[in-house]
């Protein structure tokens, strides 16, 4: 999923976190939200302290989602925190069901534990008396309220995520614990069309009640859902086709001692976009994958360097009897963008590059 800008913020246990860019929008939000006390100093104060203890509190959910995911041996790419919550983005989602469920549930039982947390803290400094009627946002000016309001928070979070609308974590615990019995394909069907059932009713029910957060999150919901629906599609035809049905026989060849130049006229003709690099010897000595040429021709610059001074190491050699899902893997995990292709036998049949991937995908196979 695209999430646009963000930028980087920092990192914990080795793992970026990056804030989303609409989360400039909390500045004119706390200024709406602490106008009613004219903008008084210690609202303001305790306020933004609010804020900030509740996306702490978020940002410890997702680590709880990707601590977990780390210890089951799967490596989260970033977290990224909204105005409308976080995710953490792991390399690989798991298609072992046991493994989803628990790193899916470990993000509610965070806050739930924060909850317990903070109504201890409470307690121990406050006693029962931090169980007044909620104060107002214009009231908020100790850390009593501070507190107590970030509690209530994790316990809404704890059960907010718990509902059954896929891809939030409800959605995704019915998805894993329903895989269990009858697979993950008609799991995360079922899983879909509750949860576009659910954004539908979030969105009528925030009309009603005329909230702006719960159409905005049930219209998310409703469109993730059908972005996850559209990714199992594309992952099972990739795991049901070999490469060796995907791969081209005929390549395009360019050589050590051709210039960039060169490389550029063929890489206009359309025919291929990654090509391999051969020695004088007709060995493979490198790769040219497609985005040294747009460089190349972005900057204009050295076009006469020859291809054994530009070219990346970055290929591999493959078995025709993989899936394509499994080069999709191999392609992502080694960072090259073009194969060989061999039979039982170890003779080269055709190369397969990731334009002919992601044409098979978009349902456009060329070779």
């Given at each position: 999923m695209n999430l646009g800008r963000s930028f980087l913020i920092g990192r914990l246990f080795n793992i970026p976190v990056r804030l989303h860019w609409t989360i400039f929008l909390l500045i004119p939000f706390i200024a709406f939200q602490t106008a009613p006390s004219g903008y008084a100093?210690?609202?303001?104060?305790?306020?933004?302290?609010?804020?900030?203890?509740?996306?702490?509190?978020?940002?410890?959910?997702?680590?709880?989602?990707?601590?977990?995911?780390?210890?089951?041996?799967?490596?989260?790419?970033?977290?990224?925190?909204?105005?409308?919550?976080?995710?953490?983005?792991?390399?690989?989602?798991?298609?072992?069901?046991?493994?989803?469920l628990w790193i899916t549930i470990a993000g509610p039982l965070v806050n739930i534990a924060l909850a317990i947390i903070f109504a201890f803290l409470l307690v121990i400094l406050?006693?029962?008396?931090?169980?007044?009627?909620?104060?107002?946002?214009?009231?908020?000016?100790?850390?009593?309220?501070?507190?107590?309001?970030?509690?209530?928070?994790?316990?809404?979070?704890?059960?907010?995520?718990?509902?059954?609308?896929?891809?939030?974590?409800?959605?995704?615990?019915?998805?894993?614990?329903?895989?269990?019995?009858?697979?993950?394909?008609?799991?995360?069907?079922?899983?879909?069309?509750?949860?576009?059932?659910?954004?539908?009713?979030?969105?009528?029910?925030g009309i009603?009640?005329?909230?702006?957060?719960?159409?905005?999150?049930?219209?998310?919901?409703?469109?993730?859902?059908?972005?996850?629906?559209?990714?199992?599609?594309?992952?099972?035809?990739l795991n049901d086709t070999l490469v060796k049905s995907l791969s081209r026989e005929e390549q395009v060849k360019l050589h050590i001692g051709d210039t960039i130049l060169d490389a550029i006229a063929r890489y206009n003709e359309g025919v291929q976009r990654n090509f391999l690099v051969y020695n004088s010897l007709g060995y493979v000595a490198g790769a040219l994958p497609e985005y040294y040429i747009q460089q190349a021709i972005s900057s204009g610059v050295g076009l006469d360097k020859k291809l054994g001074q530009y070219m990346s190491t970055a290929w591999t050699s493959v078995s025709g009897n993989?899936?394509?899902?499994?080069?999709?893997d191999i392609f992502k995990k080694q960072g090259v963008a073009i194969a060989h292709v061999m039979d039982d036998d170890g003779v080269i049949i055709g190369i397969i590059d990731r334009n002919i991937l992601g044409n098979f995908i978009n349902n456009e196979v060329d070779k």
């Open positions: 100093y210690e609202n303001i104060f305790w306020f933004t302290i609010l804020v900030i203890g509740v996306f702490g509190s978020v940002l410890l959910h997702e680590y709880g989602h990707a601590l977990t995911a780390r210890f089951l041996g799967y490596s989260t790419r970033d977290i990224i925190l909204s105005p409308i919550g976080g995710v953490a983005r792991l390399e690989k989602f798991p298609k072992d069901s046991k493994h989803e406050y006693g029962m008396g931090f169980l007044p009627a909620s104060a107002t946002v214009s009231e908020i000016d100790n850390p009593n309220e501070v507190l107590r309001i970030i509690m209530i928070t994790n316990i809404a979070l704890f059960l907010f995520n718990l509902i059954p609308a896929f891809p939030m974590d409800g959605g995704r615990i019915l998805r894993a614990s329903i895989a269990l019995i009858i697979g993950r394909e008609k799991s995360t069907k079922i899983a879909v069309t509750i949860g576009k059932i659910m954004a539908v009713l979030f969105v009528i029910g009603y009640v005329g909230s702006t957060t719960l159409p905005i999150i049930g219209i998310f919901i409703f469109f993730s859902a059908g972005n996850e629906m559209k990714q199992l599609g594309h992952e099972q035809r993989l899936s394509a899902l499994e080069l999709f």
